[in-house]
């Protein structure tokens, strides 16, 4: 991913979309977090960070903190897709009767805005621009080479859980 990131900055793309909308069994997902902060501090490392922007299409995003945590590795935007496929499937069903599809995926976006407000707050961020690719979290478990390559900069409590670890995790469960 980074070298494909470099690559297509190279040839003059100034944005760049990191998706896991074409995974299958045989070709499984890396997980968006480690994606994002790969790419992100593959692209400082190489001084190339300012010229593209990041987006995240992801079907693994479910709550406020893993769009924060995103946005925390470099994501300048993030398109939940399965939650608003959940949202919209949901409207004009119990409780939501009076709602269009479109009025709730509204109502998920200014849940997300108000909850990020929240989250941003407590961590004294006042502005969106601040949170993204600040690495405000605390990595707990990851071998010191994983946070070193994805997530520098971040407090940790050090693990061995390496990259092939996590491979491994995710073939055995596709």
Request: proline share 2%; net charge negative.
């Given at each position: 991913?980074?070298?494909?990131?470099?690559?297509?900055?190279?040839?003059?793309?100034?944005?760049?979309?990191?998706?896991?909308?074409?995974?299958?069994?045989?070709?499984?997902?890396?997980?968006?977090?480690?994606?994002?902060?790969?790419?992100?501090?593959?692209?400082?490392?190489?001084?190339?960070?300012?010229?593209?922007?990041?987006?995240?299409?992801?079907?693994?995003?479910?709550?406020?903190?893993?769009?924060?945590?995103?946005?925390?590795?470099?994501?300048?935007?993030?398109?939940?897709?399965?939650?608003?496929?959940?949202?919209?499937?949901?409207?004009?069903?119990?409780?939501?009767?009076?709602?269009?599809?479109?009025?709730?995926?509204?109502?998920?976006?200014?849940?997300?805005?108000?909850?990020l407000r929240?989250?941003?707050?407590?961590?004294?961020?006042?502005?969106?621009?601040?949170?993204?690719?600040?690495?405000?979290?605390e990595i707990?478990?990851?071998?010191?080479?994983?946070?070193?390559?994805?997530?520098?900069?971040?407090?940790?409590?050090?693990?061995?859980?390496?990259?092939?670890?996590?491979?491994?995790?995710?073939?055995?469960h596709c």
């Amino acid at each position: 991913l980074e070298q494909e990131a470099v690559n297509a900055i190279n040839e003059g793309f100034t944005l760049l979309i990191l998706s896991d909308q074409g995974a299958t069994i045989e070709q499984a997902p890396i997980p968006m977090t480690i994606a994002v902060g790969a790419v992100h501090h593959g692209l400082i490392k190489r001084g190339l960070r300012t010229h593209v922007s990041l987006i995240c299409e992801t079907g693994t995003v479910c709550d406020i903190h893993q769009i924060a945590v995103l946005l925390g590795y470099g994501a300048e935007a993030v398109v939940p897709t399965l939650a608003l496929a959940s949202v919209r499937a949901f409207a004009g069903e119990r409780r939501l009767e009076q709602l269009t599809q479109e009025q709730a995926a509204e109502h998920y976006f200014h849940a997300v805005e108000d909850g990020l407000r929240k989250v941003m707050a407590r961590m004294g961020i006042s502005t969106l621009h601040n949170i993204v690719g600040a690495g405000q979290f605390e990595i707990v478990g990851l071998a010191p080479q994983f946070v070193e390559r994805c997530f520098t900069g971040s407090a940790n409590q050090a693990g061995n859980v390496t990259f092939a670890h996590i491979a491994e995790r995710i073939i055995k469960h596709c």
